[in-house]
């Protein structure tokens, strides 16, 4: 997972230290991440690409004073979805060696329930070694020419 999270709404700074922001697990109920402590005027926090999500499930985030840390958390549902596309087919024309023109078309997956794009890479192997963005198609949108 990579991700980025905004905090908003706290208008008496002058009174607050920095923010404490981690990532909760429903089943214990306990953070069990910290990601980062944010200090004043800071109000994002964004998790390195690949980030092991495991079985946490909500963004947590904390304000603290020099006297205590804020006893109950703001809290998000974390969403992180992916989808695999179906058959894949690519026409071309090949006009020069080492040029590649044509347009790429896929299958949608069945379900599109929060999917918005489709983002297409070109790569040396199947496991996306090397790869280069294509380009960005939104969802209903099958194709990259």
Same mark, same amino acid.
């Given at each position: 997972?990579?991700? +980025?999270?905004?905090?908003?709404?706290?208008?008496?700074? +002058? !009174?607050?230290?920095?923010?404490?922001?981690?990532?909760?697990?429903?089943?214990?109920?306990?953070?069990?991440?910290?990601?980062?402590?944010?200090?004043?005027?800071?109000?994002?926090?964004?998790?390195?690409?690949?980030?092991?999500?495991?079985?946490?499930?909500?963004?947590?985030?904390?304000?603290?004073?020099?006297? +205590?840390?804020? !006893?109950?958390?703001?809290?998000?549902?974390?969403?992180?979805?992916?989808?695999?596309?179906?058959?894949?087919?690519?026409?071309?024309?090949?006009?020069?060696?080492?040029v590649v023109n044509g !347009?790429?078309?896929?299958?949608?997956?069945?379900?599109?329930?929060?999917?918005?794009?489709?983002?297409?890479?070109? +790569?040396?192997?199947?496991?996306?070694?090397?790869? !280069?963005?294509?380009?960005?198609?939104?969802?209903?949108?099958?194709?990259?020419?």
């Amino acid at each position: 997972m990579s991700a +980025a999270a905004t905090c908003y709404g706290y208008d008496d700074v +002058a !009174s607050t230290a920095p923010y404490v922001v981690g990532l909760q697990d429903t089943k214990s109920g306990w953070c069990r991440m910290r990601s980062a402590i944010n200090p004043l005027g800071n109000q994002s926090v964004t998790l390195p690409a690949d980030t092991q999500l495991l079985n946490l499930t909500h963004w947590l985030v904390y304000s603290s004073s020099s006297l +205590a840390e804020q !006893s109950t958390p703001a809290t998000v549902l974390i969403e992180d979805h992916n989808a695999t596309v179906g058959t894949i087919s690519f026409v071309g024309t090949d006009l020069n060696m080492d040029v590649v023109n044509g !347009s790429l078309v896929w299958q949608e997956p069945a379900d599109l329930h929060c999917l918005e794009t489709f983002v297409v890479y070109i +790569a040396a192997d199947a496991f996306g070694t090397g790869r !280069s963005l294509l380009g960005e198609s939104p969802v209903g949108s099958n194709q990259l020419e």
